[in-house]
């Protein structure tokens, strides 16, 4: 399986960006779905979740009511919508898919891996 995350960018502080991310097979279908984050010099952290009937949602603290996480399960894609952005939320996002149906805020939880996205947000 192969994931492949959209959608970073360069944004000033207080603005929006969507990521996207599709998986290349039916395989994420009945697991959960999740987005982490890691700073330079810091670990992956985990940012927000889905189940895989995306009837469930987490989120990190620092994010809750600024960040929401979507799933598309015809398409096999997650999105993350993030808005009012702050600099500290400058971060390499990766999206990942979950060993279980339910969300997990452990990286050991979530068994596939895509690249990573680049997101800048400047003060």
């Known amino acids: 399986v192969q994931l492949q995350a959209s959608g970073g960018g360069l944004v000033q502080a207080g603005g929006s960006l969507t990521l996207s991310c599709a998986a290349s097979?039916?395989?994420?279908?009945?697991?959960?779905m999740g987005w982490f984050r890691q700073a330079p010099g810091k670990e992956r952290e985990f940012v927000a979740s889905?189940?895989?009937?995306?009837?469930?949602?987490n989120y990190v603290d620092s994010v809750k009511g600024r960040f929401y996480i979507a799933r598309d399960k015809a398409r096999d894609t997650v999105n993350l919508q993030m808005n009012s952005l702050k600099p500290e939320d400058t971060a390499t996002y990766y999206c990942a898919v979950g060993l279980r149906p339910y969300g997990s805020t452990s990286a050991r939880d979530y068994r596939y891996w895509g690249p990573g996205t680049q997101v800048t947000v400047s003060s």
């Open positions: 097979r039916r395989t994420a279908s009945n697991n959960a």
């Open positions: 889905i189940s895989w009937n995306a009837a469930n949602t």
